[in-house]
């Protein structure tokens, strides 16, 4: 318990940070008009792209005994992975809205 307080006390500028980031994006997503949906879900498959392959470098170069970052590692490649597969699905269906139908 105390290994957790003292990262927390030591890095908690960066707590903050993802704290206040969070809430921005929340924001900023909430303001997107419906019709640029599928152009901004190309561009975050393209960032969760990038998300998943850092994951995968973390966690190739972390030390095998740190469990923490492993754990962090899998979770971020596994998110990153399900953003991909669910962008993807949306903008399949987004698009088959303009097909032709027969």
């Known amino acids: 318990m105390n290994e957790i307080l ?19 994006g929340i924001e900023v997503i909430k303001s997107i008009p419906a019709v640029l949906h599928t152009p901004l879900m190309s561009g975050a ?3 969760s792209g ?7 470098l973390v966690m190739l170069h972390s030390d095998p ?12 490649v596994v998110l990153g992975i399900l ?5 993807f699905t949306v903008t399949n ?4 809205m303009f097909k032709k139908k027969k």
């Open 6 to 24: 003292e990262f927390i006390s030591s890095n908690l500028q960066m707590i903050y940070i993802i704290i206040l980031s969070v809430f921005v």
């Open 45 to 47: 498959n393209a960032l």
């Open 93 to 96: 269906r987004m698009l088959d």
């Open 83 to 87: 953003n991909v597969v669910g962008g």
């Open 65 to 76: 005994s740190n469990y923490v970052s492993l754990v962090l590692g899998f979770v971020a």
């Open 50 to 56: 990038v998300v998943i392959i850092g994951a995968i």
